[in-house]
T-cell receptor, first 112, second 114 residues
Framework: AQSVTQLGSHVSVSEGALVLLRCNYS??????LFWYVQYPNQGLQLLLK??????LVKGINGFEAEFKKSETSFHLTKPSAHMSDAAEYFC??????????FGAGTILRVKS | ETGVTQSPTHLIKTRGQQVTLRCSSQ?????VSWYQQALGQGPQFIFQ???????GRGNFPPRFSGLQFPNYSSELNVNALELDDSALYLC?????????????FGPGTRLTVL
């Protein structure tokens, strides 16, 4: 069965600093991986997805993620954090039949 | 093109009652998935409907049931509510039911069970 582990339930960075949110997955089949962002009291918004094309995936708002099969990782990065990036981020893997299996989430705090 | 909408936004029920949550899928999408997100946790898959048929179910008891209508909108019904059912319920629609098809989420319904 597929599973996702997000290391760090809370991450704090200064405005302008690098953002790195970690995600490791377990999958018995080639995975399809997603990052979603959730702002307070809202639903989930897709940031980016990996579907076995390029291993470096670029998403919205300057975020990108790199698929590393050898490390079973799909970490999310952004070169320079902005105050508006403060939110909760979820990594997910697509199971058979399009079911998404989510990690527990990482809350990103951006300090001014 | 309208996105995924859900109603109601908030709901308060008492233990033992029944509740119905509604979801309108994005235009052109024939697949709807429902997720439960408890406070401080990631969403958990409840079930998925594809062209009006159930197409997969997560680890939820039978008192969680659903429907999908010919216009591909959907309902989630929960009977005999328990305190632990308090959560944000998210609906997501996708173009098809394939692994790579992106799921687009609605804003959710916040259910509180007292």
């Amino acid at each position: 069965a597929q599973s996702v582990t997000q290391l760090g339930s809370h991450v704090s960075v200064s405005e302008g600093a690098l953002v790195l949110l970690r995600c490791n997955y377990s999958s018995s089949v080639p995975p399809y991986l997603f990052w979603y962002v959730q702002y307070p009291n809202q639903g989930l918004q897709l940031l980016l997805k990996y579907t076995s094309a390029a291993t470096l995936v670029k998403g919205i708002n300057g975020f990108e993620a790199e698929f590393k099969k050898s490390e079973t990782s799909f970490h999310l990065t952004k070169p320079s954090a902005h105050m508006s990036d403060a939110a909760e981020y979820f990594c997910a893997v697509s199971d058979h039949g399009n079911k998404l299996v989510f990690g527990a989430g990482t809350i990103l705090r951006v300090k001014s | 093109e309208t996105g995924v909408t859900q109603s109601p936004t908030h709901l308060i029920k008492t233990r033992g009652q029944q509740v119905t949550l509604r979801c309108s899928s994005q235009s052109g999408h024939n697949t709807v998935s429902w997720y439960q997100q408890a406070l401080g946790q990631g969403p958990q898959f409840i079930f998925q409907y594809y062209r009006e048929e159930e197409n997969g179910r997560g680890n939820f008891p039978p008192r969680f049931s659903g429907l999908q209508f010919p216009n591909y909108s959907s309902e989630l019904n929960v009977n005999a509510l328990e305190l632990d059912d308090s959560a944000l319920y998210l609906c997501a629609s996708s173009l098809e039911a394939g692994k790579t098809d992106t799921q687009y989420f609605g804003p959710g319904t916040r259910l509180t069970v007292l």
